[in-house]
Nanobody, 124 residues
Framework: QVQLVESGGGLVQPGGSLRLSCAAS????????IGWFRQAPGKEREGISC????????LYVDSVKGRFTISRDNAKNTVYLQMNSLKPEDTAVYYC?????????????????WGQGTQVTVSS
């Protein structure tokens, strides 16, 4: 079965950390740029970070820059999102997806593959 599967979400206190994983099955992630997206209740889905397939270059939106780190382990066919200094406004369902790549990645899904999402709740 060809799919992306996210894991690692949960409930964390403000200031805490979580690491999300995006594992591919049925295909090889090596050739794909991967992005992380999130959707909070009542809000539109937003792209927050991506990592290219070619040189591992990364991109972050301002709201997560300096707090989140995206990385990939092609040997494990997995992309990670390390989230530190979490804030209540980071609460959302987090998704990974394949994204557009052209001399670097763009946090724009190309709709090849999407995961089912993992819930992240930041609350005391």
């Amino acid at each position: 079965q060809v799919q992306l599967v996210e894991s690692g979400g949960g409930l964390v206190q403000p200031g805490g950390s979580l690491r999300l994983s995006c594992a591919a099955s049925g295909f090889t992630l090596d050739y794909y740029a991967i992005g992380w997206f999130r959707q909070a209740p009542g809000k539109e889905r937003e792209g927050i970070s991506c990592i290219s397939s070619s040189d591992g270059s990364t991109l972050y939106v301002d709201s997560v820059k300096g707090r989140f780190t995206i990385s990939r382990d092609n040997a494990k066919n997995t992309v990670y999102l390390q989230m530190n200094s979490l804030k209540p406004e980071d609460t959302a369902v987090y998704y990974c997806a394949t994204v557009i790549e052209d001399y670097g990645c763009y946090v724009v899904a190309n709709d090849d593959y999407w995961g089912q999402g993992t819930q992240v709740t930041v609350s005391s």
